[in-house]
């Protein structure tokens, strides 16, 4: 798809590894975790953002084999999941769009026995074309309850206040099989007020929608992302949302903590994805050299510099400039000057003993150093959820055991 995009797909290009096992052991990891209170419980796999960066095309067969089932923003993502399915010959999973879409595309995926999310009251609207389309059965419908996100979703009130009545007479296209809500704030904090707050609203929200609308009991009730699967036990309900920790990241460092108290344990995520990169080319520059555009950095003594074909193009922040390292052959290299569209240069003089072609790891492990996510947001000014997801959809995607 993105072969033709100069920069990024060449030879001498950066690469990333998918690994399969980490993958493997995350899924495990959370499933031990989800179970602990009690169950059954479903296992969900959020593919929203290319995978997280990882790359949909590389990371759907590795997944789909491990869930029970799979979410997406897109309605074509989930479209091409079906197809990945026939194509191989494979049992269809439970597939739920969590993003919007239009009439068009609500009949494609009633088609295809995709769930979708019913999140506000645009879908009186939907009705009538869904009619038109004669499905042979309903499209299935997850309704959506905004319990302090104030993103999507019906507020309890709204609901008590009669938005959802339409229901009452759209059976025939609309099966409400489902019910969710998206927490707030359980990242950002060790203590869970507002999360327990929500976990209110969303039972009250229940109730409402039971009393408004016929629904298909038993509910798939779904309201936990990563860290509500891994440190709030009580949001656990019928099915986990989980992303980021999917690919093998704690959702943030309160996460973590909170994890210790709550399971007294912390589980371990081994991250699934590493960014290496080859040398452009490796070479001295004299004491007194300057490095990059604006000649932000001066060589203070004679420097062995790899020039690496990564850029912000690739997804490599420019903020990263003057601030972060790689790691080559097991040690910290500076990254001298300014990241630049397309090139990065870094130190190596202690790093290596001649000029001949290195792999410089720009994310991952490397010796006894690791590189993590978090550290190049953090120098970059985000997190690493923008991180990952920033990778160029170009990068060659090697998936590694
Ligand atoms: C992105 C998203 C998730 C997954 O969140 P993580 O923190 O990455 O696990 C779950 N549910 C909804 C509605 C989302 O938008």
């Not at 081994?270 to 001066?298: D, F, M």
Request: hydrophobic letters at 45%.
């Amino acid at each position: 798809m993105h072969e033709n995009i100069a920069g990024g797909t060449g030879k001498v290009a950066s690469w990333l590894e998918l690994s399969a096992g980490a993958l493997a052991a995350n899924v495990a990891t959370l499933r031990a975790v989800a179970a602990e209170t009690g169950g059954p419980r479903a296992l969900g796999a959020v593919l929203k953002g290319n995978a997280y960066g990882h790359g949909l095309a590389q990371m759907l067969p590795l997944v789909h084999p491990l869930v029970d089932l799979l979410y997406f923003i897109a309605p074509a993502d989930a479209l091409a999941a079906r197809a990945h399915e026939r194509g191989r010959g494979l049992a269809p999973k439970q597939i739920l769009v969590i993003g919007a879409l239009d009439a068009e595309e609500a009949v494609a995926l009633a088609r295809e026995g995709v769930d979708v999310v019913l999140a506000d009251s645009s879908w009186r609207e939907m009705v009538a074309p869904l009619r038109r389309a004669k499905l042979e059965r309903p499209l299935r419908v997850h309704v959506h309850i905004d319990t302090g996100l104030g993103r999507e979703g019906f507020t309890p009130g709204q609901i008590t206040s009669g938005e959802l009545d339409f229901l009452r007479d759209a059976g025939d296209v609309l099966q409400v099989v489902g019910v969710l809500s998206h927490f707030a704030n359980t990242e950002d904090v060790t203590e869970q007020m507002y999360a327990q707050a929500q976990l209110d609203a969303f039972e009250t929200g229940l109730k409402a929608l039971r009393a408004a609308a016929p629904v298909h009991e038993p509910l798939q009730r779904h309201m936990a992302a990563s860290a509500a699967t891994l440190v709030l036990p009580q949001a656990r309900y019928d099915a986990q949302r989980v992303g980021i920790s999917l690919y093998g990241f704690w959702p943030s460092t309160e996460t973590r903590l909170s994890a210790r108290l709550v399971l007294g344990r912390v589980p371990d995520l081994k991250p699934v994805l590493a960014w290496r990169s080859p040398s452009q080319v490796v070479k001295w520059l004299s004491a007194g050299s300057y490095i990059g555009y604006g000649c932000t950095h001066r060589c203070s003594e004679a420097t062995r510099v790899a020039v690496l074909p990564v850029g912000y193009f690739d997804g490599y922040p420019r903020l990263l400039s003057g601030k972060a390292h790689v790691l080559v052959n097991g040690h910290r290299c500076a990254v001298l000057g300014r990241v630049m569209m397309n090139h990065i240069i870094v130190d190596v003089t202690r790093a290596t003993h001649d000029e001949r072609p290195l792999t410089a790891t720009l994310l991952g492990v490397d010796g006894d150093e690791h590189l993590h996510a978090e550290t190049l947001a953090s120098w970059a000014q985000t997190i690493h959820y923008e991180l990952v997801t920033r990778l160029g959809a170009h990068l060659r995607r090697v998936v590694v055991p």
